[in-house]
Every structure is written in structure tokens, then in C-alpha cells.
């Protein structure tokens, strides 16, 4: 079935290049809301077709099953885990420089007024 190994060989490439793009997202933006997105979007895109591309592959009733399982998981996981991470990156006062509005959350969470990297080791803040 040539057909289905080029549509794996297809999806393989894009997850590879999901994949990448994530990785470079993590490299070259400046704050944590930037590169929390780029890893958790693009990762995941990647991730799903890289599984998709292996059930094409391996084309067997056993693998089909755990990858839709793992892909079932990555949908269900990666966003909330993502909101987790963004909500605790603004909590500790983690930098905004691409914020491009104003403060939506100001004043319904509250967040540290620096980042924990810059602040000193003796202070002690209540969440």
C-alpha cells in the first residue's frame, strides 16, 4: 500500500517540522507566555501528526489503538497543563514583554511585582 506509507511518510514530515518549530518558538521568544505557547501548540500539533504517521506506518490494529490513545491524551492534557503553566508563570510575576494590551488579569489574580529570578532569597510571599 504505497499510498499509506506516503501519507505516513507525509505526516511524519509535518510533526517533524511542528516539532522544530516549537523547539526554535522556545529559543527565540523573549518571555515564558511566548514560549509556553509555542511549546504547547506547536508541540502538540507535531506530536499528533508524528503518532498519526507511525499508525500509518506500522498500520496494525494495536498500534492504531495506543496511538488514539496517546492522541486522545495529548488533546485532554496539553491545554490544561498549558493554562496551569501560564497561570503560574503570571502568579510569580514572570516577565510580560509581549503583552500587547493591557493587564487582563490584573486585579483578579494576584502576581508578585517581580520575577522570582529577581527577587531576594529572604523574602517570603503568601500565594
Known sequence: MPI??????ACQIVG????????????RFSDPFQRMHAATKAGTVGAIFTVLGAILSLQTV????????????????????G???????YVSGGDMQGLA?????????PRQSQ????????EHHDA
Open 4 to 9: 499509506l506509507s506516503l501519507a505516513a511518510l
Open 16 to 27: 517533524a517540522i511542528f516539532i522544530f518549530a516549537a523547539a526554535l518558538g522556545l529559543i
Open 62 to 81: 494495536g498500534a492504531t489503538i495506543v496511538g488514539l490513545f496517546v492522541i486522545a491524551f495529548l488533546i485532554l492534557t496539553v491545554p490544561i497543563a
Open 83 to 89: 493554562h496551569l503553566l501560564g497561570r503560574a508563570i
Open 101 to 109: 494590551g493591557p493587564d487582563a488579569l490584573d486585579g483578579v489574580l
Open 115 to 122: 520575577p522570582l529570578e529577581n527577587r531576594s532569597g529572604t
